[in-house]
């Protein structure tokens, strides 16, 4: 197959931080490493980049923006002025603002002196791209253009609740118009998790494929630091039952509900709180039954290999969810990168697959009584927990892992190439 020429237009790209962000740097480096030409397009990460006068561009660790002239090889190894220098790694440039008026004359600009053809890839997030969640225009410039639009939706639009404010109204109707805009004009739509599908115009649900979004933490971890981990946590025969989130209210609820009962369980039983958050999550419950304080700790922030291996340490991981297990939570798919069992629920947003795979122990509900009789059928027979880890672990490599995205945009173009 010959290199496909990307342009991915994003929200956030690191060093910003986010899920999005995270992804995108993966698909990017991704469809790089399998000779692929990929340019990034995403807005300014910093004051100094936000009021410069001229688009960044980065390269690794260096900014080296040349507005006059760097020669730029192209995949036949021609040369062209194009305005910056294209190598194996992806070419990330900054935008002066959030795809407002001005950086879509950027882009035009950029985009019509840009070697063809070429693919534009939109990592679509409603509220990532500025004008508070309703930047109809951008959606518009994207509608009208004459390359190919592939489009993965992250989400699609903020919902429609009930009793919501007027203005939590306008904006789900008019996230549904910026949505339908794109996915018209879209030529290949993908999907992080497949619920998203109705959300979506009927008449485009036929090219709708679903992209699974892989973990952004390392899938392997030294075996010398996840003992040293174990021995610092927990004695031999204890049980160390682990989560990690960020603890946003509406998990921290299920939580609250269930940690204190499920250490009471069994004095041989201790918790591992990981991800930011975790530490004052950590203290309330400590105050809300003092005699747990021993069995209950908390990492705080971690580096992404300081996160893995943390997990690996535990016994099993614990992921309530209001909405359910989906591919859209990365906590999750950390704990599976690993190989871990996981005890989970079904919500709204949960797919069949998650059943049918059984990788995952799953609740019938986010109930708290749900939730923890289901803790408690995994940890009453410890048989499980080994085989369920080696399920994990291959349903992740089967469908999360990174190489499956990026043989799953190559393989879409190739389809798309020998259709023409």
């Known amino acids: 197959m010959s290199p496909t020429r990307w342009v991915l237009l994003t929200g956030e790209y690191p060093p910003q931080p986010g899920g999005v962000s995270d992804y995108t740097r993966l698909v990017a480096q991704g469809l790089a490493d399998a000779g692929d030409e990929v340019y990034v397009w995403a807005p300014a990460c910093s004051s100094e ?6 688009p960044r561009m980065e ?39 959030k795809f407002g008026p001005r950086d879509l004359e950027i882009l ?37 253009r004459p390359e190919p639009v592939w489009v993965m939706f992250h ?14 109204q306008m904006l789900a109707v008019v996230n549904r ?53 174990r021995r610092r946590i927990a004695r031999p025969h204890e049980i160390v039952i682990g989560h990690f989130g960020t603890y946003a209210s509406h998990v921290t609820s299920l939580l609250m509900a269930t940690l204190t009962r499920i250490l009471k369980e069994d004095v041989g039983r201790r918790l591992l709180l990981l991800g930011r958050g975790s530490e004052d999550f950590a203290a309330k419950l400590r105050d809300r ?54 005890v989970t ?15 995952v122990l799953l609740a019938p509900s986010s109930s708290s009584t749900d939730l923890i009789a289901a803790v408690e059928d995994l940890l ?11 399920q994990a672990a291959r349903f992740y490599r089967e469908h999360f892992a990174l190489e499956r995205t990026t043989e799953t945009l190559r393989k879409a173009v190739g389809n798309y190439q020998l259709a023409s």
Not at 66 to 92: D, T, Y
Not at 120 to 143: D, I, T
């Open 49 to 54: 980049i936000q009021n410069s006068k001229q």
């Open 108 to 144: 035009e600009h950029s985009l019509k002196r840009l070697p063809k053809p070429f693919r534009l890839l939109v990592q679509y997030v409603p509220h990532a791209f500025g004008a508070k969640g309703m930047n109809v225009p951008f959606c518009w410039w994207l509608s009208r």
């Open 289 to 342: 039954d003092p005699d747990l304080r021993d069995r209950i700790d908390a990492t705080g922030p971690l580096d992404p290999e300081g996160v893995a291996s943390h997990l690996a340490a535990c016994d099993c991981i614990f992921q309530p969810y209001t909405d359910g297990v989906s591919s859209r939570h990365a906590s999750l798919l950390a704990s599976l990168a690993v190989g871990l069992p996981i």
């Open 345 to 359: 629920n079904r919500g709204p947003l949960t797919d069949p697959i998650w059943q049918e795979t059984k990788a």
């Open 59 to 97: 390269h690794g660790s260096n900014t080296d923006w040349n507005p006059c002239l760097i020669r730029v090889p192209s995949v036949a190894h021609a040369s062209l002025e194009f305005g910056f220098r294209i190598s194996n790694s992806p070419q990330v440039h900054r935008l002066p603002g």
């Open 380 to 390: 009453a027979d410890p048989s499980k927990w080994e085989a369920l880890g080696i």
């Open 155 to 168: 989400e699609v639009a903020f919902p429609f609740l009930r009793r919501q404010p007027l203005a939590h």
């Open 177 to 229: 118009v910026m949505a339908e805009l794109i996915a018209r004009r879209a030529e290949k739509i993908f999907v992080s998790i497949p619920a998203w599908e109705k959300l979506l115009p009927k008449c485009v649900r036929r090219s709708i494929t679903w992209l699974p979004v892989p973990s952004n933490l390392p899938t392997i971890v030294s075996e010398e630091r996840v003992a040293a981990i």
